[in-house]
């Protein structure tokens, strides 16, 4: 048996940093023929791909697409991301020319529980210290450009208000790349007539913002400007929608975003090229990585992998219904991760006793894996399971989860490129291959554009989360047939709910149905053109754990110590 994850000693950051990286301009000229004029270098390992050398890519036929997703995530880890890169990296050691696409880490998991999105093991992204932090700085950019129309809001309401803004329904929030609770409802402008009239507002986390979400769903720089100023902000006393445009903030925007829209290059440890660029959440928004970055990679690279955040039901369904819908984008597979950790804990588990062989409730974990095979399938994909490999996984177990999925129709491989690289997963990257090659993949949206919003949310939580129905107060009802009533029925729903559940329940493990899911809240993003619906409890501005990861993040003696 190969050696599998937990039984190499040292930790993802001293594998990172005893990685030889190679000069990322010898890694764009010779793995995917990118001149060095076409890039912008940001150090030695990480650069911006130009936007004039994106648009002279038009021409060229696309690669195959294959989206990673996941069960539903749980304490015991899935490792999608690992997977991702293991997986992009098996590619190329079976001799195709293949490059990744992920998204960019948030300072706010990397500091509180969740940890950073650079993979593990010997299948991660570097420099990794670097996506982990500030990378090129385009968090800083979205940041940024976001609290400029907050500003702007509020200073036309102090010099005058003639747009008439109804200072009591600007719906416009401030955000930052952290969490902290403290900041999710605020009192502003208090301080006297100096400081502008107090109102309610608060804050948001980055990832959250729409600004992201337009910033990884936008075409190129025109598109990006038109959509921001697309953005609704606030509404007057006679519920006359106010845009970004009218406050004549989305040029200056697009001024800040200008240079981040460029897509980041960086590379695996293996020196497979990856394009790592936006990063909004999946439990939030839509969980995908830039348009420009896929489409892009699509042009450089026969096999293009990219993962979508959280479990299938949440990022992988946005992917193909928000992102596939308004791109044409189709996966030509989908790998579907699990762990039998993670599988046994869907069964009822605890974490303390995973070690231990648990075959009932290994079965009946398997449930969810199914359900999410399932939905993947609704899409006219096909999908392929990929299981990380631990050292505690026992024969017996393994078979039972191969027959299983055998049961299912689906392929089921054991992956260990945590602790091989691209070789431990070169079984997973011959089964893509001939997924990809056969061509069987049609994709099949889940809802048509003229279907109602309240329909659009009701299909989702029906199909995806097999729910028995949906609940929403009058209010939530009216304001979907409102945003009909200007237009807005077309756009799909960008559903908000927690991750750790296909219910709105996250201590519901396994495949729940029959549940109620309650429309709590509902948010129209025009400029990135989705309507957001927020289902049960779920914070767009998350607060840090009781021990926060920052507790053991440090220097020493020059070095990063303790980011994971």
């Given amino acids: 048996m190969p050696a599998s994850q937990h039984q190499n000693p040292k930790s993802d950051i001293e594998i990172a940093q005893a990685a030889r990286m190679r000069p990322i301009l010898d890694v764009a000229k010779e793995r995917l023929g990118i001149a060095p004029e076409n890039l912008e270098p940001y150090g030695h390992y990480k650069a911006k791909v130009s936007m004039d050398y994106v648009k002279s890519l038009a021409g060229k036929p696309n690669g195959k697409l294959i989206l990673v997703t996941a069960i539903t995530p749980t304490p015991a880890g899935e490792g999608k991301t690992t997977t991702t890169v293991g997986l992009t990296d098996a590619l190329v050691h079976i001799g195709k020319k293949a490059m990744l696409c992920l998204r960019e880490p948030s300072l706010g998991p990397s500091f509180g529980m969740k940890g950073g999105a650079a993979g593990g093991g010997y299948a991660q992204v570097v420099p990794m210290e670097d996506i982990n932090l500030h990378f090129t700085g385009d968090f800083h950019a979205i940041t940024s450009a976001h609290n400029l129309l907050s500003a702007m809001i509020d200073n036309h309401i102090y010099w005058g208000n003639e747009l008439g803004i109804d200072s009591r329904r600007v719906t416009w929030r401030r955000v930052m790349d952290m969490n902290d609770r403290a900041l999710r409802e605020i009192v502003c402008s208090l301080g006297g007539a100096a400081n502008g009239y107090p109102r309610e507002a608060g804050f948001d986390i980055t990832v959250a913002s729409e600004?992201?979400?337009?910033?990884?769903?936008?075409?190129?720089?025109?598109?990006?400007?038109?959509?921001?100023?697309?953005?609704?902000?606030?509404?007057?006393?006679?519920?006359?929608?106010?845009?970004?445009?009218?406050?004549?903030?989305?040029?200056?925007?697009?001024?800040?975003?200008?240079?981040?829209?460029?897509?980041?290059?960086?590379?695996?440890?293996?020196?497979?090229?990856?394009?790592?660029?936006?990063?909004?959440?999946?439990?939030?928004?839509?969980?995908?990585?830039?348009?420009?970055?896929?489409?892009?990679?699509?042009?450089?690279?026969?096999?293009?992998?990219?993962?979508?955040?959280?479990?299938?039901?949440?990022?992988?369904?946005?992917?193909?219904?928000?992102?596939?819908?308004?791109?044409?984008?189709?996966?030509?597979?989908?790998?579907?991760?699990?762990?039998?950790?993670?599988?046994?804990?869907?069964?009822?588990?605890a974490k303390a006793d995973l070690k231990k062989e648990d075959l009932g409730a290994l079965e009946a974990g398997m449930a969810n894996l199914a359900r999410h095979v399932e939905n993947v399938q609704k899409f006219g994909v096909t999908p392929i399971i990929s299981i990380n490999r631990f050292s505690a996984d026992t024969d017996a177990e393994i078979k039972l989860?191969?027959?299983?999925?055998?049961?299912?129709?689906?392929?089921?491989?054991?992956?260990?490129?945590?602790?091989?690289?691209?070789?431990?997963?070169?079984?997973?990257?011959?089964?893509?291959?001939?997924?990809?090659?056969?061509?069987?993949?049609?994709?099949?949206?889940?809802?048509?554009?003229?279907?109602?919003?309240?329909?659009?949310?009701?299909?989702?939580?029906?199909?995806?989360?097999?729910?028995?129905?949906?609940?929403?107060?009058?209010?939530?009802?009216?304001?979907?047939?409102?945003?009909?009533?200007?237009?807005?029925?077309?756009?799909?729903?960008?559903?908000?709910?927690?991750?750790?559940?296909?219910?709105?329940?996250?201590?519901?493990?396994?495949?729940?149905?029959?549940?109620?899911?309650?429309?709590?809240?509902?948010?129209?993003?025009?400029?990135?053109?989705?309507?957001?619906?927020?289902?049960?409890?779920?914070?767009?501005?998350?607060?840090?754990?009781k021990v926060p990861s920052a507790n053991s993040i440090d220097v020493k003696d020059g070095r990063i110590v303790g980011l994971f």
């Fill in 401 to 545: 989860v191969r027959d299983a999925c055998g049961r299912l129709g689906v392929e089921c491989l054991m992956a260990d490129h945590w602790a091989m690289g691209g070789e431990g997963a070169a079984d997973v990257a011959r089964a893509v291959v001939k997924v990809c090659e056969a061509g069987r993949s049609k994709l099949k949206l889940l809802y048509p554009d003229e279907m109602p919003l309240f329909e659009k949310v009701r299909t989702i939580a029906k199909e995806i989360y097999r729910a028995k129905d949906v609940t929403a107060d009058k209010s939530v009802k009216d304001q979907l047939r409102q945003w009909e009533e200007m237009g807005y029925g077309k756009l799909p729903i960008c559903i908000a709910k927690t991750q750790y559940s296909f219910s709105t329940n996250a201590d519901a493990k396994g495949a729940p149905v029959d549940h109620v899911v309650n429309l709590r809240e509902v948010r129209l993003s025009a400029g990135a053109e989705f309507i957001v619906a927020i289902c049960g409890e779920i914070m767009t501005m998350p607060g840090l754990p």
């Fill in 211 to 349: 600004v992201m979400a337009i910033f990884c769903l936008a075409k190129d720089l025109d598109d990006l400007k038109e959509r921001l100023g697309n953005i609704i902000v606030a509404y007057t006393r006679d519920r006359k929608p106010i845009r970004a445009r009218d406050l004549n903030a989305h040029g200056a925007m697009t001024v800040l975003l200008k240079e981040a829209l460029s897509p980041n290059l960086v590379q695996t440890l293996e020196g497979t090229p990856a394009f790592i660029h936006g990063g909004p959440f999946a439990n939030i928004a839509h969980g995908c990585n830039s348009v420009l970055a896929t489409t892009t990679a699509l042009k450089l690279a026969d096999y293009v992998v990219t993962e979508a955040g959280f479990g299938a039901d949440l990022g992988g369904e946005k992917f193909l219904d928000i992102k596939c819908r308004k791109t044409g984008l189709e996966p030509s597979a989908v790998v579907i991760v699990a762990t039998i950790r993670a599988l046994k804990m869907h069964g009822g588990v």
